[in-house]
T-cell receptor
Framework: GDSVTQTEGQVALSEEDFLTIHCNYS??????LFWYVQYPGEGPQFLFR?????EKGSSRGFEATYNKETTSFHLQKASVQESDSAVYYC?????????????FGKGTKLSVKS | DAGVTQTPRHEVAEKGQTIILKCEPV?????LFWYRQTKIQGLELLSY????????DGGAFKDRFKAEMLNSSFSTLKIQPTEPKDSAVYLC???????????FGPGTRLTVL
């Protein structure tokens, strides 16, 4: 079945560090790919999506590029802030039909210290 | 605009009880989702409705979990009977249509003793 793998369970950085969170997927066709962010005590929030090969999604300084060759959608940010501390989820839409149904990765907890 | 509302925010139940969690989606949204979130399994889809029709009933969760959409602006998730392994955060989300972002509620934290 379809799956999403986030390599890092936890990432610890200092402010102004460069962030990369790795996301690889396994699915047929061209699923839509998403990043969501979850702050403590809240539900996940949509960050951005990409729907086709080489498309870049971005929001709030975060970005990721859809790469069908490497089946990846890695999240990056040039300079993190303490307020970016949260759990980040990569997700893919159902490629066989509606992209409404999402499969989420296990999440990566980002901790940024000032 | 009001976001997704979930009640209660916290629920404590004894093993074997029946509990009902409630969700009000964003007004006008066509799709509604129920998820379970745990540290070990992460986010797992329980049920998915499109225009009030049940599209997915969660496979392994079918036997004790039942989600319903009573109307386009209200959904419930019933767990009957509860077991300690059901302790988790239950999240409701809605989206306008296919391809759109999902808007999540704050979740209900369920503890089963």
């Amino acid at each position: 079945g379809d799956s999403v793998t986030q390599t890092e369970g936890q990432v610890a950085l200092s402010e102004e560090d460069f962030l990369t969170i790795h996301c690889n997927y396994s699915a047929s066709g061209y699923p839509a790919l998403f990043w969501y962010v979850q702050y403590p005590g809240e539900g996940p929030q949509f960050l951005f999506r990409a729907s086709r090969d080489k498309e870049k999604g971005s929001s709030r300084g975060f970005e990721a590029t859809y790469n069908k060759e490497t089946t990846s959608f890695h999240l990056q940010k040039a300079s993190v802030q303490e307020s970016d501390s949260a759990v980040y989820y990569c997700a893919l839409g159902d490629p066989g039909g509606s992209n409404a149904k999402l499969t989420f990765g296990k999440g990566t907890k980002l901790s940024v210290k000032s | 605009d009001a976001g997704v509302t979930q009640t209660p925010r916290h629920e404590v139940a004894e093993k074997g009880q029946t509990i009902i969690l409630k969700c009000e989606p964003v007004s006008g949204h066509n799709d509604l989702f129920w998820y379970r979130q745990t540290k070990i399994q992460g986010l797992e889809l329980l049920s998915y409705f499109r225009s009030k029709s049940l599209m997915e009933d969660g496979g392994a969760f079918k036997d004790r979990f039942k989600a319903e959409m009573l109307n386009s602006s209200f959904s419930t998730l019933k767990i009957q009977p509860t077991e300690p392994k059901d302790s988790a955060v239950y999240l409701c989300a809605s989206s306008l249509m296919d391809w759109d972002e999902q808007y999540f509620g704050p979740g209900t934290r369920l503890t089963v003793l």
